[in-house]
């Protein structure tokens, strides 16, 4: 019995270890530094964490699956912008998103938006590559959409 709970026990501490390897950013000006310093564009995911039915669902469907997790590592730094309704966020936090959303013009949620950027003189530039948001048909489908905007095919 001892043998067959710590084999359960490894096999479910591989599976947490190999979901928790992805990195989210709440602080926009680091995910700028790693950005630039991987040379990978920013995926800045605009959500409303604990409200948004469409949030919840691109998460559940796509976000949090292991073909989106591979796939991310390799090409894009993630950020969560989050507007939560019920949880709570430090002030920074909800003036950073705030900015944000006003800057890129999110109207509606989820938002993902691929893009570079660049701070110089205290300015930070985005160079916008493209965005997107929920899209049916799990993460084959939505990951097809992202490759198009993160490695466009030369005309």
Same mark, same amino acid.
């Given at each position: 019995?001892? !043998? +067959?709970?710590?084999?359960?026990?490894?096999?479910?501490?591989?599976?947490?270890? =190999?979901?928790? #390897?992805?990195?989210?950013?709440?602080?926009?000006k680091?995910? @700028?530094?790693?950005?630039?310093? #991987?040379?990978?564009? *920013? /995926? *800045?995911?605009?959500?409303?964490?604990?409200?948004?039915?469409?949030? +919840?669902?691109?998460?559940?469907?796509?976000?949090?699956?292991? #073909?989106?997790? !591979?796939?991310?590592k390799?090409n894009?730094? /993630?950020?969560?912008?989050?507007? &939560?309704?019920?949880?709570?966020?430090? &002030?920074? @936090? !909800?003036?950073?998103?705030?900015?944000? =959303?006003?800057a890129?013009? @999110?109207?509606g949620f &989820?938002t @993902?938006?691929?893009?570079?950027?660049?701070?110089k003189?205290? !300015?930070?530039?985005?160079?916008?590559?493209?965005?997107?948001?929920?899209?049916?048909?799990? &993460?084959?489908?939505?990951?097809?959409?992202?490759?198009? +905007?993160?490695?466009?095919?030369?005309?």
């Amino acid at each position: 019995m001892k !043998k +067959i709970f710590l084999v359960a026990f490894f096999v479910l501490g591989a599976f947490t270890s =190999q979901a928790q #390897e992805l990195k989210w950013y709440t602080d926009v000006k680091e995910a @700028i530094t790693v950005s630039n310093k #991987e040379n990978k564009p *920013m /995926l *800045m995911f605009f959500t409303g964490s604990d409200w948004c039915g469409w949030c +919840i669902r691109l998460q559940n469907e796509v976000l949090k699956t292991t #073909e989106f997790q !591979k796939w991310a590592k390799d090409n894009v730094v /993630l950020v969560e912008l989050d507007y &939560p309704r019920r949880t709570p966020q430090t &002030p920074e @936090i !909800k003036n950073q998103n705030n900015e944000l =959303q006003q800057a890129f013009g @999110i109207q509606g949620f &989820p938002t @993902i938006y691929f893009t570079s950027a660049e701070a110089k003189d205290g !300015k930070v530039n985005f160079k916008g590559l493209g965005q997107t948001g929920y899209v049916a048909g799990g &993460p084959s489908a939505w990951l097809a959409v992202a490759e198009g +905007i993160v490695h466009p095919k030369k005309s």
